[in-house]
Structure formats: C-alpha cells, structure tokens
C-alpha cells in the first residue's frame, strides 16, 4: 500500500528516572459515577464474563499505562460521572463523544471536563488538565449514537511528562490485518474479582480510581444499517467508565 493509503501520527515514551518512580505523588479524593453508553448492561456483560477476569495494571506513572487517564465530569449537579481517555499528543486527548454530550438528557455538551491522566486510587502522577475545546464527529451529533468518538484540546501539555500513543488511519484492508489481537484498557466504575465472584467490587463511587484491561481477539465487521466496517471485540469484557 502506498503512503496515501494510510497515515500515522508520532508517539512519544517520556524517559523515567528511578527518582521519578519513587517519589510521593500528589493526592485528589473524590467520588464518581461511571458514564455508560445507552445500551450498557453491567450485570449482563460480568456474567457473559464470567470464566475471564480482567487485570489490573498498578503503575499507571509508568508508559505505557501513564497515557491512560480519567475524563473527570462536572454535571452541575454537585457530584462527578467519569469516562476513560488515551492521550495522543501532548495536549490533545481522545475519548468517547458521550463521555462530555448529556446524552441521555439535554443533549448539550457538559461545561467542566478535566482529564487526570495516569490517576491510579487517589494518586495523580501528572496533575489535572481542564478541556479547552472539545471536537466532536458531526454525525454523533445527528444521531447520538454513530461516530461515537472525540478529540479534545487539554490547557496545558500532559503528552510532555506521560507520553503518549500514535494514530494509525488506514484503508479497511490495511486494518484488517493490523486487527488481529487487541487490549481493551480504561477505569471501570465496577469489576468482579477472584476473590468476590459472586459481587460487584464498586471502584470509584467510593473513590477508588483503578486501570483494569483485558486483551483478545478483535475483526472488522459490516455494519448492516450504514454499510460502515466497525471493529467488534465483543468477547473483551468492558464495564461502565471503561469507554
């Protein structure tokens, strides 16, 4: 395939001292719950799930890990609903377009988001980055649904200090044989240990902010409404908070 066919972005590994792994983080306690999608069902997916458990990853400081972070939402209503995000520069952020859309309600986007890259507990590595100008697909705008993604612009330059993944926008032949295995890694509001099997372990609406992930198999598939080709990892357990 020729250069035309596909771009890529850079990524950048932040180099990382012994110093740096072991010195006292800063603190920010709050309590959270978790966005979910229109058609979430956490007690169905865990129990589809329930023979593969995700993991934990605890050196959230440390790249890869420190790219990920928590899209912090500020609703007006006195408490905070939080979403994953992956930084892909040094101040812009992906994340999911119904992560800052009130879209089961006002449909307007929400007036304070923040991302806090890296937050592992209560622990933030990196500080807190307020969203400056958040830019959304016209098409989930029309629907609320389709082009379910946005990038958004951070006031400050997290990318610098944790790092940050690449983009790859290629043609769907391409992709397919890129998509052979993925990791699916984001802050759930809730997880099911070995140890509780039976019940759901809340995270954060008692303040625990943890990055779990699970990795399997991934494909392209036909979108039989649009015709559009979507990457389908259904047999990768998510929960709300995770997207």
């Avoid at 229109?38 to 420190?66: H, I, Q, V």
């Avoid at 972070?69 to 952020?93: C, E, H, Q």
């Avoid at 044989?177 to 609406?205: C, M, Q, W």
């Amino acid at each position: 395939m020729d250069s035309k066919s596909q771009l890529k972005t850079l990524c950048f590994q932040p180099k990382q001292s012994k110093s740096n792994q072991l010195q006292n983080f800063k603190t920010c306690n709050f309590k959270s719950d978790p966005i979910k999608e229109a058609n979430d069902n956490g007690k169905n997916t865990l129990k589809k799930f329930d023979g593969k458990l995700r993991r934990r990853f605890e050196k959230t400081s440390t790249f890869p890990y420190s790219v990920h972070g928590l899209v912090r939402v500020d609703p007006g209503n006195g408490s905070y609903i939080t979403g994953t995000g992956i930084l892909i520069g040094p101040d812009f952020m992906l994340t999911a377009a119904h992560n800052i859309y009130d879209v089961k309600g006002s449909k307007q986007k929400y007036a304070s988001i923040e991302f806090i890259p890296g937050i592992n507990e209560q622990e933030i590595p990196f500080g807190i980055f307020k969203v400056v100008e958040p830019y959304v697909p016209y098409e989930f705008l029309k629907t609320w649904e389709k082009e379910d993604y946005a990038l958004l612009v951070l006031d400050g330059a997290p990318g610098n200090l944790a790092g940050y993944f690449d983009l790859h926008v290629a043609e769907k032949e391409i992709i397919k044989e890129k998509i052979k295995g993925l990791h699916v890694i984001g802050y759930p509001g809730y997880v099911r240990t070995k140890d509780e099997r039976n019940k759901l372990k809340f995270l954060s609406a008692k303040g625990r902010h943890q990055l779990w992930g699970m990795g399997g198999d991934g494909w392209l598939e036909v979108d039989k409404k649009n015709g559009e080709f979507l990457i389908n990892y259904s047999n990768i357990m998510t929960t709300g908070g995770q997207s």
